[in-house]
């Protein structure tokens, strides 16, 4: 693969992410199902999963678990250690109840206690999806059967509502992992590579358009972390892969323009976003509302847009900011050398 190829690669997966990452903040602005949060909850987790199977290369294990865990385990224990502190601190002025040693060990489970930012889940399923896939990709068939049994596990999963059941999720989340890994085996075909054959006409593009349409209407609200994948799980699958393949085709068209450079530098940021957003769309937003009196305004739709765009123009200059630091820094260093 060529220079210009691979830059070409890691900004349309930079843009997909960034673009992604903004429709998790929405998503997490709206309530359940909404019409934003149906959308969105229809194609945003398999996004990430799909694009990180994908991107998936196989490295020696002891690297592979140091990346990781320095990458996805890490930030994952601070944030909890965060929340917990947090709430032991909240806790002195009458706005949280009492914490227990019960309560940080349920944290520290992901299974609620003192834990408030939820979506760091993704960081140790993603961990796991990493893991396990050095042992599956030695073998194709292993790949193509962990595919199936994921599936089917997937399929069959009992509904959960109360709590956080990432142990039972992770099955979901491996299928559309393994799914992106072996799309890009079979991408990177010399018989498929290239081939005007195998290329996806407008035409079938309206089709992909009209299924991820249907299968979302159908499917009804989504949120995958408590195991509820709509009416079905299929559903889900249809409407997971078309709604990633549409985003991927999309970020492809719009990298030549200017303002992508904008979704590139959320897709770059995306892990800062993640850990981060949570406490601004769940507790202070909620708390702002709650203290002006017109908490029934909240989760009006043109509020959730105007409060998304709020939220990204700040993380936009936080990022801004960061790179001027960041720049001044390594001039700095470079000066003294």
């Known amino acids: 693969m060529g220079a210009k190829q691979l830059k070409n690669r890691i900004d349309w997966v930079d843009i997909a992410k960034g673009i992604g990452i903004i429709l998790v903040v929405l998503g997490h602005l709206s309530t359940k199902g909404q019409f934003f949060r149906t959308i969105i909850y229809s194609f945003h987790m398999p996004l990430f999963f799909i694009i990180s199977g994908f991107l998936y290369r196989q490295k020696d294990f002891a690297s592979s ?79 193509i059967a962990v595919l199936v049994i994921t599936f089917i596990i997937s399929l069959f999963s009992p509904f959960r509502e109360e709590r956080i059941y990432w142990y039972i999720a992770f099955f979901s989340c491996m299928f559309f992992f393994e799914f992106g890994y072996l799309f890009s085996k079979i991408k990177n075909n010399e018989k498929f590579n290239g081939n005007e054959k195998y290329k996806l006409n407008d035409y079938c593009m309206i089709v992909i358009v009209l299924i991820w349409a249907v299968t979302t209407y159908v499917n009804g609200s989504v949120d995958m972390i408590f195991v509820n994948y709509g009416r079905s799980f299929i559903l889900l699958t249809l409407s997971g892969i078309t709604g990633t393949y549409i985003l991927v085709r999309f970020s492809k068209f719009i990298q030549k323009y200017k303002f992508s450079s904008v979704f590139k530098l959320f897709g770059q940021n995306s892990m800062l976003v993640l850990t ?62």
Request: glycine residues 4%; positive net charge.
């Open 65 to 143: 678990i140091k990346r990781g865990v320095k990458k996805l385990i890490l930030p994952m224990l601070f944030f909890m250690a965060f929340d917990t502190v947090l709430t032991l601190i909240l806790n002195q002025f009458g706005m949280f109840d009492p914490v227990n040693i019960k309560e940080v060990v349920k944290c520290f489970l992901l299974i609620g206690g003192t834990l408030k930012n939820s979506p760091i889940w993704f960081l140790l399923v993603l961990f796991l999806c990493n893991t396990l896939q050095y042992f599956i990709s030695k073998n194709d068939k292993i790949a």
């Open 276 to 337: 981060t957003h949570f406490y601004l769309t769940k507790f202070i937003i909620h708390r702002i509302f709650k203290i002006l009196n017109i908490l029934s305004y909240q989760y009006k739709w043109y509020v959730e847009i105007l409060l998304c765009a709020l939220i990204t123009l700040g993380y936009f200059v936080l990022f801004k900011l960061k790179s001027t630091i960041m720049k001044s820094f390594t001039k700095t260093e470079t000066n003294a050398i």
